[in-house]
């Protein structure tokens, strides 16, 4: 079942993998399982569907959207799982930048790793990442940009959670296609997240788990 979930979500047939994914939930599937097993590896053959020439924009939109329905069925089950937290990450796409493919799979693989995350989504304004690290205190932030035209801004971002007083005991990991590791250096940032289990590697060395 985890694999024609994958493949359903491949397809972009969200019906079915809404269908799936409450199957495998209702047998008894763990949701840390489905989302390892299934929805990541259904993501990570899209971005590289996309990447080769074989897919277009529309049927990665459509994936995501299939995603989105079976990551929405399977959170409730993650937050009720009762498992500790590795620690807490705040995640969100640079404002003005509207692609959440990329991110979603690294939300997706941090939570199936354990770590508490906290999802802005994407268009993030500066204030409101320098808000919520206030508030929420994280372990980690996350700022992905996905075109050249708003990498700029994860260094604006990062300059104003340094202003906030807010970097002492945090670390930041940026990542995006857009982004590579003497971007992320000159950001001010302390690593680069090349992919989503680099990023979760990071996350785990960082918090020595």
Known sequence: MFEDLKLAIVDGDTDLAAELTKTSLGQGSEATQLVSTALVPAMDEVATLWQEGEFFMSDVILAANAFGKAMALIAPALAESGAASLGKIVIGVVEGDLHDLGKDIVVAMLRANGFEVIDLGIDVALQTFVDTVS????????????????????????AAIDAAGLRADLKIIVGGVCVNADIALAAGADAYGADAMATVGLAKEYLEV
């Not at 508030?135 to 971002?157: C, F, H, N, W």
């Open 135 to 158: 508030e929420q205190k994280p372990d980690i932030l996350g700022i992905g940009a996905y075109m050249s035209s708003t990498q700029g801004q994860m260094r604006d971002v990062i």
